[in-house]
Structures are given as structure tokens and as C-alpha cells.
């Protein structure tokens, strides 16, 4: 475990963007699965988009169970499309779907080398991505999936990824998803960048960002503090630390005044963070 | 059915382990082999809390060894 260790709300993200969501006792438990690792260490940085090289005749729950218990490195990515976009969340923490690959850049920072099983959502779909067919309506969900973890992130629709090095710049060269581009019906039609028919990466986050309508400025995610209140805030904290530097300039480092001035100012940090402490606990009673 | 394109390299893993996690699959270990019968989730929450504690014990003794 790392970081912030973040169990994520997957089924009510892919509810609220309108998708169908689907949990039987097959994926049960999802809010409290993760990889060995435990929550993600932060929010993820962007989506790597899978597919699952599945047999046509699988069905999406024979899918979704080999991701959850029938593969040994379980859990197998965090949500999994089925074949008419229906949505079964998998695991609320990080998985094992993109471990080997990287590094990448998204909007909020980088996914570092190998690191894309904590610093990435990663998305499945039941689908063989040797020309079975990509109906529109999973296409849909697939777009509309992805804008809404991402937005749910603070992150660009546009920062997504694919599990392979389609155009010389997706997350791997050891896969070849999503494919195949000529098995996408309906009026987007992804580019193929390869033999093995990967989807083009640009055209992809092109429709991303398209169906998103705007590229909004990416929300500091946990900061709901206007540009104001961040600003007053910031220059209280510049005054403290202006007034300390006054106190160290009089009598040199760790002199009596500068421990005068810590001390008085301690009972400011420590008002400071019991206020955080008991904004913390409001908030948790009224959510 | 086929699940094709999972490889080991998928599921690299260089994070420290997380106890709960652990706890958790030892848990459905045991629920496997017969020796538990309820979920987890199920078991009292002090029973959760000392086995999550014990196993970050453990977890942070195979650290330690690992290091040395």
C-alpha cells in the first residue's frame, strides 16, 4: 500500500454518465477489490483502454469471472464493457492489466516505467480484437466510460492511452488493444495504425474530447476552494511564513525571538488544523 | 472461452503489499479450503482489525529480511 490508497466509486461514475451498470455475485465485492498493492496511491492520471481477447462465444459474466477469480494475477482491470456496453465494475483499487509499459504523460502528471496498474483506470471489454464486431452502442459506452472516470479524476477527456503502440505512442508494444479499427460499426471510424488493426490513439482521443463537447481547465481534484478563497488563503499562509523569516532575520537561526515567534505561531497551525480536522469529520457525517 | 492477451508482464508488481488486501485473500484461502465460512466483509470488525494488523506485522518482518 502507497499513498492515498483509494477505493474508487466506479458503479455510481458509470451510473451517473447514464450507463448500465451490472453487479451479480460473479463481480460482488468490487468496491473492496484490489491487486496485492491495496487503493489506488491517487487518483488515476488517465485510462488505458483494453480489450479482453476473449472468445466471441464468451459471455460477458464467463468474462468478468476470469477477471475476478479465474486469473491468477486477480483482478484483471478495474471495469469490463460487456458486448452491448453494459458495465460490470471489477475492482475499486488498483489491478493487474498494464503493469509492464510506460512511462506516459497525461494532463496531472506522469504514469512512471511499469507503472500503469496504479496510475491508470484500466478498462476491459469482452470483445476478441480479431474482427469481432464493435457495435455502436459499445463504442458509446466505451467513449462515455472513459469521459466519466477521467472527469471524475480531473482529468482531460483526451487522457486516455492504448494497451499498445499503435502509432508509436500508446502504453506497450507487447498488445495489440483495442482492435480491430475495421470492426468498429457506425459513423466514428477509427484509423488502424498496425497489421493487427489497433485503433489509432489520436483518433481516439479526438472523439473523446469531441463527445465531451469542451476541453475544460482540469479541476484540482479534493480542492473545491475557489481561485479566491485559494488566493486569501495562500496569502495568510505567505504572511505566517513572512513573519517567521523576520524572526530568524533578527537573531539568526534558532535564536530567542525566533523561538518566541514559533511558539506564538504554533497556536495558529495548531487552530489551523483542528479546523481541517473538524471540517474532515462534518463532512464525512453529511455524505 | 479464451481470455487471450493476459501475460504475467500485465500484472508487474514492485508496491509493497497492503495488509487488508492480504488478509483478504488468505481469508478466501481459507473460505476455499473449507476452513472459514463467511465473507470477510462478514467477519466482526475487531477480528478484521487485529488480522490486518497481524498480517502488516508480518508483511513489514518480510520487508525487513528482504532489506537486510
Known sequence: ??????????????????????????????????????????????????????????????????QVRGNPDNPVGNVTLGRTGDVWPIAAGASNCAGKGGPMTF??????????????????????????????????????????????????????TSHALGAGDGYTDRK?????????????????????????????????LARAGTRPPPPDPGDDMTDQQFAELMGVLNAIAAAQQADFDRDG???????????????????LGSIGGKLDRITELLA | MTFGD???DDALDREPADPEQVARFLHGLRRREGLETIDFDDVDELTRL???????????????QGSG
Open chain 2, 50 to 64: 487485529v488480522l490486518i494488523a497481524v498480517i502488516g506485522e508480518v508483511l513489514a518482518w518480510m520487508r525487513r
Open chain 1, 1 to 66: 500500500m502507497s499513498g492515498q490508497n483509494l477505493y474508487l466509486p466506479i458503479a455510481d461514475i458509470a451510473a451517473d454518465a447514464g450507463l448500465r451498470v451490472i453487479v451479480t455475485a460473479t463481480n460482488a465485492g468490487w468496491e473492496t477489490r484490489a491487486r496485492s498493492s491495496g487503493g489506488f496511491p491517487a487518483l488515476p492520471l488517465g485510462v488505458c483502454w483494453h480489450h479482453a481477447a476473449s472468445s466471441p462465444s464468451t459471455s460477458d459474466e464467463a468474462c468478468v469471472n476470469y
Open chain 2, 6 to 8: 493476459f501475460d504475467p
Open chain 1, 107 to 160: 494532463t496531472r502528471g506522469d504514469c512512471p516505467t511499469d507503472q500503469g496498474n496504479t496510475h491508470l483506470w484500466n478498462v476491459e471489454v469482452n470483445n476478441s480484437g480479431v474482427g469481432e464486431a464493435w457495435s455502436v452502442e459499445l463504442v458509446d459506452a466505451y467513449i462515455t466510460l472513459s469521459n466519466a472516470l477521467n472527469a471524475y479524476c480531473g482529468n482531460y477527456p483526451d487522457d486516455i
Open chain 1, 253 to 271: 537561526t534558532f535564536g530567542p525571538k525566533a523561538d518566541e515567534g514559533i511558539s506564538q505561531r504554533s497556536a495558529i497551525y495548531d487552530a
Open chain 1, 176 to 208: 495489440i488493444d483495442p482492435a480491430t479499427a475495421a470492426a468498429v460499426e457506425g459513423p466514428w471510424q477509427p484509423r488502424s495504425t498496425n497489421a493487427n488493426g489497433t485503433w489509432h490513439l489520436g483518433d481516439m482521443r479526438a472523439e473523446c
